[in-house]
């Protein structure tokens, strides 16, 4: 049994979780494999952190790119991040014929295209379950196990930081900036939380599952993407009383004019699995025509999950290390020559229901008002709450459900409905997916 040399860049909180796996693992991660697969050398910025987790059993360096040339090294794992001094390793990696394993979803979503050409004009495999969704098997999932099925969408909560702030928003009623503060005090969200909070690492992990779910080209820059950072603690309220949670879906939906990409926050039927996903668990709900709706559940983050994936595309990797290339899993599911240029819709193109929040004049007539702009565009009402005004109070407010509505149609009846003399304010309107 001929080992697998593994060449490991980058040993933080991933990387190390990596290492301790598969060294407590080794003997059953062999018998899997058919090799020892073993991590040979690591590169790493901090050296000495670096040799005090690996000690004399790997050769430690500085310099990343002494791996990926490196000709005793078979398989590349590429733990850096971001789209910079990554990418240009993992092409070095792929030039030189070495497979690769990334958690990288910044760096495929956004440069996937670029990459996985590269790998396949050189016969190489990029392997990446852990860039989504962490110890989740959902690309496993989505790209073999449901490999018969014609998928219909995609809704995921792929971002543990922000599900953490959700679910802490309305536990505790605390405003977002609150819960963020005490996310970060306890090391769930990051100094520089924006790409957690802003929604973007969810639309990276999105991006990637539209492109196996339906065998189209990775294509974040038309990924629409709204975070988290605008939502009130009162609509948090409100949709428990009308039966939903709020929570950042990932979602992706094939239509019949393209595919929807979008990430934002969204009301989902509490008595749904996915609307019970708390804290800063993960769950990928993947709706097939042959076998119906799916659930995935489990730790989107955190070194010994993430490590578990990683460590699977290795033995995925190291059992057809030697095969033929056409033998190999595509890497997006598709056949290289067969993924096709659907386009991804416009939001203005989406279909959703909506909740709408207005703060009205309590006067004779305001509802009717609202209701025939709703209708004038062909927008159907599905339930209405209204809060009692309080005592001396002469406003109150109106929450709205939509049934499914044009995007486009639903903006043009808001500007309408802020244009009425009795409206204060601004409309809320969040999307809600029934997910049925
Ligand atoms: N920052 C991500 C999250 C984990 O909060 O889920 C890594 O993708």
Do not use: C
């Amino acid at each position: 049994m001929k080992p697998i040399n593994v060449g490991l860049l980058g040993i933080g909180t991933v990387g190390s979780g990596t290492w301790t796996v598969l060294t407590r693992n080794a003997e059953e991660i062999t018998r899997r494999a058919g090799h020892p697969i073993r991590i040979t050398a690591v590169a790493d910025r901090n050296t000495e952190r670096a040799r005090t987790i690996v000690g004399d059993a790997a050769r430690v360096t500085a310099d990343a790119f002494e791996l990926v040339r490196d000709p005793d090294i078979d398989i590349i794992v590429e733990l850096i991040g971001g789209y910079g001094i990554a990418r240009e390793l993992v092409l070095a990696a792929i030039e030189n014929g070495k497979h690769v394993v990334t958690a990288n979803k910044a760096l495929l979503a956004v440069h996937g295209k670029e990459i996985f050409a590269a790998a396949q004009a050189k016969g190489v495999t990029v392997a990446f379950e852990a860039a989504v969704a962490g110890g989740i098997p959902i690309i496993k999932a989505l790209r073999e196990g449901l490999s018969a099925n014609r998928i219909q969408w995609v809704a995921g909560i792929i971002n543990g930081t922000t599900n953490f702030i959700l679910t802490e928003m309305r536990d505790k009623g605390l405003s977002f900036a609150d819960v963020l503060k005490e996310a970060q005090a306890l090391g769930y969200a990051e100094a520089d939380p924006t790409f957690d909070i802003e929604g973007i690492d969810a639309a990276h992990k999105i991006t990637i599952m539209s492109a196996i779910a339906f065998g189209i080209p990775v294509q974040f820059d038309k990924a629409y993407i709204e975070g988290i950072t605008k939502l009130d603690a009162v609509d948090i309220k409100y949709a428990e009383r009308l039966g939903y949670r709020i929570k950042l879906l990932g979602i992706a939906r094939r239509r019949e004019q393209g595919v929807e990409l979008r990430v934002h926050p969204t009301l989902i039927p509490t008595r749904r699995l996915i609307a019970n996903v708390e804290g800063a668990m993960n769950a990928v709900l993947v709706q097939g025509d042959a076998v119906g709706a799916t659930l995935y559940y489990g730790k989107g983050a955190g070194a010994e999950p993430t490590a578990s994936a990683v460590i699977a595309d290795l033995v995925d990797v190291a059992r057809l290390h030697s095969a033929p290339v056409e033998n190999r899993v595509p890497h997006l599911a598709f056949q290289a020559d067969q993924l096709v240029d659907l386009p991804i819709l416009p939001i203005e193109e989406v279909q959703s229901a909506y909740y709408l929040r207005m703060r009205v004049e309590d006067k004779t007539g305001v509802l009717a008002d609202i209701t025939r702009i709703l209708a004038d565009g062909k927008i159907s009402i599905d339930a209405m709450l209204q809060r009692e005004p309080g005592d001396g109070e002469s406003q109150t407010d109106i929450i709205l459900l939509t049934h499914t509505a044009i995007e486009g149609q639903v903006n043009k009846a808001i500007q309408s409905i802020e244009n009425l003399k009795t409206i204060v304010g601004k409309v809320t309107r969040i999307r809600l997916e029934d997910l049925n």
